[in-house]
């Protein structure tokens, strides 16, 4: 059964992590403004294949403390490289989605003796600048936390952005957090410095129906990793992916871990 538990950091603040297992070898970073419930079904996934994990809800999230001032990508990093160190097991595979996927990055790069594997469910927005998101999703990006609208408008914002067409947009009406918003962090360090993820093992899964992130930024990126790079691509899944193609991502990602860690 997973429990949750407060981890203190380098300022006395502290992080929300939901361990699944007593012995934790994977970090799970979730999405923008969302929380480690979203990692609930891929949690349990990988403990039964003898994977324990932590679900990490960031600053502003769940019982996490509140976010102060404008935090950069490197402060995320040393956040996750606190509750890393904290768990005391050594260096850990970390399994980042959406904006998470950048998190994941850029610890591996800032801070690499705490990680041992990489992997990214979406990635993408290390290339804003020459794949920016279209002016409807980002539009609609907006909607899809907005409890003031009615449901019937956040499902179809959500589906716009987050889901492929036939797949239930509706599981993701709930799980906002607008307080752990940190979208800002992304315009103050360079891509270059971390898009690689340093120098980790990468598994790249990639949803072919992204209106986030098209395939091509995952193609791309696998091309820039050369042999660090596993890349794989789903279909009939949009940017959310987590409740879109569970059983998929499961067995990728412990197929990954489980080659690293011959």
């Not at 994941?104 to 992997?119: D, F, L, N, Q």
């Not at 992130?213 to 959310?240: F, I, N």
């Not at 991502?249 to 690293?260: K, M, Q, T, Y």
Request: glycine share 10%; proline share 6%.
């Amino acid at each position: 059964m997973a429990t949750a538990e407060l981890v203190r950091l380098r300022d006395g603040a502290t992080i929300e992590v939901v361990l699944e297992g007593d012995h934790p070898q994977v970090i799970l970073i979730p999405s923008a403004r969302r929380s480690a419930d979203d990692f609930a079904v891929l949690a349990g996934d990988l403990l039964q294949a003898g994977y324990g994990s932590a679900a990490v809800n960031l600053r502003g999230i769940g019982r996490s403390s509140p976010q102060v001032g404008q935090p950069t990508l490197r402060d995320v990093a040393d956040d996750i490289a606190d509750v890393v160190l904290a768990l005391d097991v050594g260096p850990m595979h970390l399994v980042g989605h959406a904006q998470g996927n950048i998190f994941a990055r850029v610890t591996a790069a800032y801070r690499p003796e705490v990680v041992r594997s990489v992997s990214l469910l979406a990635c993408g927005g290390h290339d804003l600048g020459e794949s920016p998101p279209s002016d409807l999703v980002v539009e609609n990006f907006e909607r899809c936390a907005r409890t003031d609208l009615p449901d019937s408008e956040r499902v179809k914002s959500l589906g716009i952005v987050f889901f492929a067409p036939g797949n239930d947009a509706s599981v993701w009406l709930t799980g906002w957090w607008p307080s752990g918003d940190v979208r800002d962090a992304l315009t103050n360090t360079d891509p270059a410095e971390w898009a690689t993820a340093g120098s980790a093992p990468v598994l790249l899964v990639q949803p072919l129906e992204d209106a986030m992130s098209p395939a091509e930024v995952g193609r791309t990126l696998h091309g820039m990793l050369g042999d660090r790079g596993t890349y794989v691509e789903v279909a009939r899944c949009g940017h959310a992916m987590l409740p879109e193609q569970p059983e998929i991502i499961a067995r990728e990602v412990v197929r990954f871990l489980r080659d690293i860690d011959r």
